[in-house]
């Protein structure tokens, strides 16, 4: 990938190698620090990768441009990404053409994000260091018309929406697709064609026996759930978000799955519940008696799962574990030393950052 910006830009920090020769160096360092000589490797495409994107926006005697960081943590005007997908590609452009010229679109303007799906929905957050009132929403309603996008506007405390707050995305898994409702604020994946390889991954390599039930902690809004369901009985899936456990629930719905049950529960209240230890109104519809749990998965942010968790994964023969973290992956592996890795994956989410994210199926040693 050829990029004007390569060596300013302080977002693409391994600007200067190939994206194969970037792969290569970030896979040498996993299979290093986790002493392995085989792990399975999930490339991303070379570019116009990534399906979110949040730009700064410079003001100058010459207008408005989009701006990152440079390297040297200064404001770098930019009039092109090549690592965002062709949709934001697009709508960078129209959307600076009708802003420029629009003094209530324009007027402190700081950021602005980009959300798309590959079924070429989007959502364009503008945010502000000002007040919204209706006079802004009605030039956001004039400029949804032109850009084809649901339209949200954000300054402190204040939040308008234009058209919707949503968009949807479909995933392919091993020919059958699933439909996600995703919101502006939910968490999602950021390269969809990596992640459908995630998921691929893991399903591959998991091998549940008849009548298995999976456990799921961190299930945000059901991205690997879904799927995930089809290879086991039932399903319960965790999670402390309230939006993201709204959004779980309606993509069940969705797609019409009947076998997986959402809980907003923490790791450390489930632990609680099942060692009836504490009753929760959250559960009075669930009988967790009722599962025999013979895997569980966590998708833990990067902080890791913690130590008490850790010694809750253990009551488990089988572990799925995708991390964003490779220092704190390794600090838990250590801790989970009565399983030995029966898979190994890395996932090449953000090219051209020294960031990489890692699968690991974990079986309880004999």
Known sequence: MNCNYFGKCGSCT??????????????SLIKKDFGLSDIDIIKSESKNFRYRAE???????????????????????IDECHIVSPLISTLMIKLLELVKDNHILKHKLFAVEFLTSTTDEAIITLIYHKKLDDSWKEEAKKALLSLHSNIIGRSRGIKIVVDKDYI?????????????????????????????????????NINPLPNSNLLELYCGLG????????????VLATEVSKASIKSANENVMLNKIDNIKFVRLSAQELVEAMDK???FNRLKDINLDDYNFTHVFVDPPRAGVDEKSCEFLKRFENIIYISCNPKTLKRDLERLKEYEIVRFATFDQFAYTSHIECGVILRRIS
């Open 277 to 279: 230890k504490r009753e």
């Open 55 to 77: 730009f700064r926006i410079y003001h100058d005697d010459s207008g408005i441009s989009y701006a990152m960081n440079s390297f040297e943590k200064r404001a770098l005007k």
């Open 14 to 27: 391994l600007h200067d190698y190939t994206y194969e020769e970037q792969l290569e160096k970030k896979v």
């Open 168 to 204: 949807h995305e479909k995933l392919t898994i091993f020919g059958k697709t699933y439909k996600y409702k995703v919101l502006d604020t939910g968490f999602t994946q950021p390269n969809p064609k990596v992640n459908q390889k995630m998921i691929e991954w893991v399903i591959k």
């Open 223 to 234: 991205n690997f759930t879904l799927p995930l369901s089809k290879e086991f009985d039932k």
